[in-house]
């Protein structure tokens, strides 16, 4: 049977990719853009990304990301690298990505605390990540739920059609929200653990060859150097643990938008870096 290399891709707002097509000819040629625009016929997505679902797998191209924005994520980096190193390969790229959401409540996964809510979803909200935004309460877990729920999806999809599913990496972009106070960050290696736990525990002999990507986030936040710190140290601590140090590497969320420039999110070339170094460290 032949097997289906999984790439999973998660977190928050980083994770959708909010780097601006319309910035993209700044860094890329129009050839490199319009490849991007066409999509890689044998690197497909299936995405709930923001607000926005693939409901199954399509070719990634760029959009993969939210409903009212013409952005890229990092899949692009992603599917770019993988198709320059095996152009003749298939893979699948899961991708469940939140704006704004944090690991110490949205991802919450079933051992990290009681207060894990199993039957939490997104349904449960007429838009979950708008409402919020305005402060609507939330129940605990509905995202980590929710990645669950694409992944099996999607293994039993493959499943179907003849392939052998298998999880090569875990890419994850995520902890600006728990980088804002002091007892979030704490918990942030301890609640990562569990997540990773939870998820090879759920999904068993899937994950047995996994590398786990995390990446660091930028210097906007309050706590950034401490949360940093804290993913590094886990991530060294790891034989199949990665750590991206964004900020070494250069990514930057200081130049774009030209005017209303957003500082909160990767510029348009760094979003397509970080899926290259994603790459870089599950392929090492």
């Not at 928050?12 to 000819?25: D, I």
Request: include cysteine; hydrophobic fraction near 35%; aromatic fraction near 12%.
């Amino acid at each position: 049977m032949k097997k289906a290399e999984i790439i999973i891709l998660s977190g928050q707002s980083n994770a959708v990719g909010v780097g601006r097509v319309e910035c993209l000819p700044l860094h890329f040629d129009e050839k490199t853009i319009g490849k991007w625009r066409e999509g890689f016929d044998k690197i497909l997505i299936n995405y709930y990304s923001h607000d926005k679902k693939s409901n199954g797998f399509v070719k990634t191209t760029l959009g993969c990301t939210e409903a009212t924005k013409f952005t890229i994520g990092p899949e692009i980096g992603i599917a770019e690298a993988l198709s320059e190193k095996y152009p003749e390969k298939e893979f699948f790229i899961v991708k469940c990505a939140y704006g704004g959401m944090s690991l110490h409540t949205d991802f919450l996964s079933p051992s990290g605390d009681p207060k894990y809510d199993p039957e939490a979803y997104a349904s449960q909200k007429k838009n979950i990540v708008e409402e919020y935004g305005i402060g609507e309460p939330i129940r605990a877990g509905w995202a980590y739920n929710e990645l669950v729920k694409l992944l099996s999806e999607s293994i039993s999809y493959l499943s179907s059609i003849g392939y052998e599913p298998e999880v090569k990496a875990f890419c994850w972009m995520q902890g600006e929200n728990d980088a804002c106070l002091p007892e979030t960050t704490n918990q942030y290696a301890r609640l990562y653990d569990c997540m990773l736990r939870d998820l090879a525990g759920t999904f068993k002999g899937l994950f047995d060859h996994c590398i786990y990507v995390d990446a660091g986030i930028s210097e906007i936040w309050p706590l950034y150097k401490e949360l940093n710190g804290i993913k590094k140290a886990y991530a060294e601590s790891r034989d199949n643990c990665r750590y991206i140090d964004t900020i070494g590497e250069g990514l930057t969320t200081k130049n774009e938008p030209a005017g209303e420039v957003d500082i909160y999110h990767y510029d348009s070339d760094c979003v397509v870096k970080l899926g290259r170094l994603f790459v870089r460290e599950f392929e090492a």
